[in-house]
């Protein structure tokens, strides 16, 4: 059975967006609802995984900080950029959590494809990213790479929750405030920034599309 797709069309604080998933995935757990993939965008934040330094949040006032419970570092998240939570059951799919993030990272460069952009991971460096040739390298000669894409979940006895957040038409100055996920010294960028007049619901119908391509 494929999940339920929810849209909000209104900005979702992130408090009231914790508390939707957690009784989403109590009640999946419990068998009296389906998994559940909510597409959605945040009034602009910054939110806090389970290893975030405290270092890496170079600017504490500039928006709210929340605690997220989720795996990974500092995210910024705000209007343009769109939010996937999958609340989907890892149990029945193979408890197998390592695939499982293979899989959201697969899933977001299908989607990227359908718009005729490249996106790779890397190791060492979680999410997705685009390579940046036509911009100088890094002081140490390594290859410039934007990220486009940033993944963190956590689980609640193998149901999913959290997700991945893809950057459309955000207002990349924002992640200034933070060294975004941990990694210093590549930047960050969008489908629009990269030239491509791209919508959340275009975005929103290729992530439709190319879901079942790794969660059939």
Sequence with gaps: MQPDWITSDALVPYAD???QMEARVAAIRAGTANEAIWLLEHPPLYTAGTSARVADLKDPDRFPVHEARRGGQYTYHGPGQRVAYVMLDVGARGRDVRAFVQALEGWVI????????????RDGRVGVWISRPDRPPLPDGTAREDKIAAIG????RWISYHGLSINVEPDLSHFDGIVPCGIRGHGVTSLVD???PVTLADLDDALKRTFVQRFP
């Design 17 to 19: 967006a914790l508390r």
């Design 110 to 121: 299908d989607a990227l494809a359908e718009f005729g952009l490249k996106g790779e991971i």
């Design 153 to 156: 979940i956590r689980l609640s």
């Design 194 to 196: 990269l030239g491509l």
